[in-house]
């Protein structure tokens, strides 16, 4: 399951990966994606929390890249990933590469404590 949100106060758009993720859950969810993006000024910040996934197709890696290629496309500025197990990456350094051209700043966190404070929510 993917769960999309996003708070145009804090300038945040938030994904949290949980459980088993595939393909047509992300291609499910491209509409409320485009829907949490609409609000937002470019300079926004990402957060995904990837701290209860327990596994993603990699044929996901499509769908992902699309949602990437999207989110640059609107300016990200920051991008702040939760991967408290290092072999849940899912590939995301190298979609990275290739589907953010305007390459935003990428912060990878052990937990979501970590990733609200390099966000600056609460300061």
Same mark, same amino acid.
């Given at each position: ?8 106060? #804090?300038? /945040? /758009?938030?994904?949290n990966? %949980?459980?088993?993720?595939? +393909?047509?859950?992300?291609?499910? @969810?491209?509409? @409320?994606?485009?829907? &949490?993006? &609409? @609000?937002? +000024? +470019? $300079?926004? #910040? ?20 699309? &949602?990437?290629? /999207? !989110?640059? #496309?609107? $300016? %990200?500025?920051? !991008? %702040?990933?939760? !991967?408290?197990?290092p072999?849940?990456? =899912?590939?995301?350094? !190298? ?10 700043? %990428? ?7 970590? &990733? =609200? #404070?390099?966000?600056a929510?609460?300061?």
């Amino acid at each position: 399951m993917v769960l999309i949100t996003s708070n145009q106060h #804090q300038r /945040l /758009l938030y994904f949290n990966y %949980v459980q088993r993720v595939t +393909p047509q859950e992300l291609e499910s @969810g491209w509409d @409320g994606l485009v829907a &949490a993006l &609409a @609000g937002l +000024p +470019p $300079g926004f #910040q990402v957060l995904a929390d990837l701290s209860q996934l327990e596994f993603m197709d990699p044929e996901c890696a499509n769908e992902l890249g699309r &949602a990437m290629d /999207l !989110i640059d #496309q609107r $300016g %990200v500025g920051l !991008i %702040v990933r939760v !991967i408290p197990d290092p072999s849940k990456d =899912i590939g995301l350094s !190298i979609l990275t590469i290739f589907h953010y051209p305007r390459q935003p700043r %990428v912060i990878t966190c052990n937990n979501l404590a970590e &990733a =609200i #404070q390099q966000l600056a929510l609460w300061t």
